[in-house]
């Protein structure tokens, strides 16, 4: 499992790779790229999910059905951390408070709705597997989320910041 892991970070960490070589590429480029990318790790996931749990027949029968619609709905709630960060580069050079404003209440709004997520198939994931896969399949997924998150933090830049004593711009707008 941890060549897994392995495979699974070094994927995440060529996320960047995966885009078009252009100095600006199209929305339509970047989607492509950003698609086939979230195919590939959501394909890898699965893998080391699936060596991760070790379930039975009757168990791994009634899990990746479940799996199969959390992992969908959690793919719709990714779509909002990629909207997060097309809206980051499309403004980077020209960054409003007011667009970072919205670019950080749809940050925080994507880690709730995953968050809620979660919960809310919590007891779903219990009634198909015992509390100790169930704990374990979490942890997996917590990190795998955490791979993903450090591919991101590494290849996208932070805010530019303004000498010290000059803000980028005025507060509140």
């Known amino acids: 499992m941890r060549s897994r892991l392995f495979t699974l970070a070094m994927v995440a960490l060529a996320l960047p790779a995966l885009a078009p070589a252009q100095v600006n590429p199209t929305f339509s480029d970047l989607t492509e790229a950003t698609e086939q990318a979230r195919t590939i790790v959501q394909t890898e996931r699965k893998m080391i999910i699936s060596q991760g749990l070790a379930m039975t027949s009757a168990e791994s029968q009634a899990f990746w059905p479940l ?59 219990l009634k198909v597997l015992p509390e100790t896969k169930v704990a374990r399949f979490y942890q997996l997924e917590n990190k795998l989320d955490a791979i993903t998150a450090f591919a991101l933090a590494r290849s996208i830049p ?16």
Do not use: C, M, W
């Not at 809206?87 to 925080?108: F, M, P």
């Not at 010290?164 to 711009?169: D, F, R, T, V």
């Open 67 to 125: 799996y199969d619609k959390y992992a969908a709905e959690a793919k719709a709630i990714g779509d909002l951390r990629v909207k997060v960060i097309t809206d980051y580069a499309a403004h980077y050079d020209n960054l409003s408070d007011d667009v970072a404003r919205q670019l950080t209440k749809d940050g925080l709004k994507y880690q709730e709705k995953l968050l809620d997520l979660r919960k809310s198939y919590l007891r779903k994931f």
């Open 158 to 173: 932070l805010i530019p910041q303004a000498p010290a004593g000059q803000p980028l711009s005025q507060p509140g707008g």
